[in-house]
């Protein structure tokens, strides 16, 4: 024996279908919008054939050479680096040995790392660390009178935005040493660096 259902009106009143209608409408179209948008991501994200994959990038060209590189304007540091290492001046001081004479006498420097030298004018520089975390910079230039101007290049570029510099002079040769902190140990540092660039 069943029982009868009872009987529910579905709507009551006609504004009310229209409505959930537009509803059910509007829902099926963004599940198609989303559906749709899926697939376009997808079929985009596929790998792509064998043929376009397989492309390699070429490996850099060599360095330059001092002779076949083009203007100074137109080098990447590295470049320019190489270029400075290439041209060292053929008299004079040489960064190393002055770096030697400094450890004779106590001041030992860390390892001589290459700097760019055309900022002050000079052929080459290197620079180190000394025991106190001092910087030294020391630079080739052609001769004594490009040394000279290389120090007033140095002073009028630098000695406002790095204070507490000292600046010498031996010869063709110029060395900047910037304190890691200001106090006797630098001044101490610098006047030992004087003694020894006036022997040189």
Do not use: W
């Not at 054939?49 to 060599?62: F, L, R, W, Y």
């Not at 790392?113 to 004018?121: A, F, K, M």
């Not at 406002?160 to 000292?166: A, D, I, T």
């Amino acid at each position: 024996m069943s029982t009868p259902m009872p009987k529910v009106p579905i709507s009551s009143s006609p504004s009310r279908d229209v409505r959930l209608a537009r509803l059910a409408l509007l829902s099926l179209l963004s599940l198609l919008s989303l559906a749709a948008a899926l697939a376009v991501t997808a079929c985009s994200t596929r790998a792509q054939p064998a043929a376009t994959a397989a492309v390699t990038v070429p490996p850099p060209p060599p360095p330059l050479s001092a002779a076949t590189a083009p203007a100074d304007g137109r080098l990447n540091l590295g470049q320019r680096l190489a270029r400075e290492a290439a041209s060292r001046p053929g008299g004079g001081l040489r960064v190393e040995t002055v770096a030697s004479a400094l450890a004779g006498a106590g001041l030992t420097l860390g390892p001589l790392r290459q700097v760019l030298g055309r900022t002050v004018g000079a052929r080459y520089c290197a620079s180190a660390r000394s025991p106190a975390g001092n910087a030294l910079a020391l630079c080739e230039f052609a001769d004594e009178a490009d040394a000279a101007r290389g120090l007033d290049v140095s002073h009028a570029t630098f000695d406002r935005l790095v204070p507490g510099r000292r600046l010498l002079r031996a010869r063709n040769l110029t060395l900047t040493l910037t304190p890691a902190e200001a106090g006797p140990r630098f001044a101490d540092e610098a006047a030992r660096a004087a003694s020894i660039l006036a022997a040189l």
